[in-house]
Each structure stands twice: as structure tokens, then as C-alpha cells.
Nanobody, 115 residues
Framework: QVQLVESGGGLVQPGGSLRLSCAAS????????MAWYRQAPGKQRELVAR???????QYADSVKGRFTISGDDAKNTVYLQMNSLQPEDTAVYYC?????????WGQGTQVTVSS
């Protein structure tokens, strides 16, 4: 089956940066959408950013201008560059992959923004 391996989470101070990575194995990049979701304590999971196989991107209003999603089709990997992090960005971040045969979730990586 498809396996999603996430990395890059951690603890940073407000204003800091992190880069998340998600590598999807055993999957074709054709007709594939990759995305990052997050879930903060006591809140519902929300879409952070999405990138399609065409390279088009979409961002939540709360992260627009601060986060950048990018993908490498050859490596079946998606990245999330997070700059100017704020305490409200604290959450578990989940990689998500959707292709023609199914949808897949990573196990999540913790991002904590605190002084």
C-alpha cells in the first residue's frame, strides 16, 4: 500500500521557520493531489495548503503569504515551508494524498510555536 513518511516538525519560537516533508511511496504522481492539513488542540482538522499534479496551489487564508507548498513529482514528495510562525500555528500537521484509486493520510508531525 501507499506509505506516507512525514518529517520536519519541532519546536520553534514565534517568527521562526520550519520545513515539513512528506514522501509518498508506492504511488503514481499522475492525477494526484497532495496537501497538508493540521489539527490544533480542541479544534477541527483544517486544510492548510494543497497542490495538484498540475502545480496549482491553494492556501488557507490564515497561512497565505507565510506558508509555501511545493512538490516533487519524481520523488512523490510534498513540502511545506512555514515562515513567520505564530502560536496559533501550533498543531499536528498531516500529509494527505489523493489519487485516482484512494486517499491516504500520514500519521502526523507535531509543530509547536512557543516562546
Amino acid at each position: 500500500q501507499v506509505q506516507l513518511v512525514e518529517s520536519g516538525g519541532g519546536l520553534v519560537q514565534p517568527g521562526g521557520s520550519l520545513r515539513l516533508s512528506c514522501a509518498a511511496s508506492r504511488i503514481s504522481s499522475r492525477l494526484t493531489t497532495m496537501a497538508w492539513y493540521r489539527q490544533a488542540p480542541g479544534k477541527q482538522r483544517e486544510l492548510v495548503a494543497r497542490i495538484s499534479s498540475y502545480g496549482t496551489t491553494q492556501y488557507a487564508d490564515s497561512v497565505k503569504g507565510r506558508f509555501t507548498i511545493s512538490g516533487d513529482d519524481a520523488k512523490n514528495t510534498v513540502y511545506l515551508q512555514m515562515n513567520s510562525l505564530q502560536p496559533e500555528d501550533t498543531a499536528v500537521y498531516y500529509c494527505y494524498v489523493l489519487n485516482i484509486v484512494g486517499a491516504y493520510w500520514g500519521q502526523g508531525t507535531q509543530v509547536t510555536v512557543s516562546s
